[in-house]
């Protein structure tokens, strides 16, 4: 289920909005995955301990929230643009992790890869 796909450059100070899709095993249909969580994180090496230089955990509303239906499988993870601020430019390592709770939890990689950060050009935005 776990691609690796490339990003699109992280500008620093920027909202993040990444829709995720999940696909059952089959590749054609889609879990309900409302109730669960979903985890993005970037490290500087992919070796280092949690939460890396940036990690945003989401908890996926049930039900049709902005168009985006969880029964289908969707959600939107975002990123605010104080934690994006935050981030030193160059390459980091990343992931979105979709884990159901239970014991031992249930956790599936679905992106992985390279992502850079690049400079903003306006840094005043008042």
Do not use: C
């Not at 049930?62 to 430019?89: F, K, M, P, R």
Request: charged share 15%.
């Amino acid at each position: 289920m776990a691609s690796k796909t490339k990003l699109a450059p992280i500008v620093r100070g920027d909202t993040l909005r990444y829709k995720i899709v999940v696909t059952n095993p089959d590749g054609k249909t889609h879990p309900d995955i409302g109730g669960t969580l979903i985890i993005f994180t970037l490290k500087t090496n992919a070796t280092d301990l949690d939460p890396g230089v940036l990690q945003v955990k989401y908890t996926v509303p049930s039900g049709i929230t902005g168009g985006i239906n969880a029964a289908n499988g969707e959600a939107v993870l975002t990123v605010g643009s104080t934690a994006t601020d935050a981030l030193a430019l160059g390459s980091y390592f990343y992931d979105f992790q979709w884990v159901i709770s239970s014991i031992p939890p249930v956790v599936t990689t679905i992106q992985y890869g390279m992502v850079p950060v690049i400079t903003d050009i306006t840094r005043s935005t008042s």
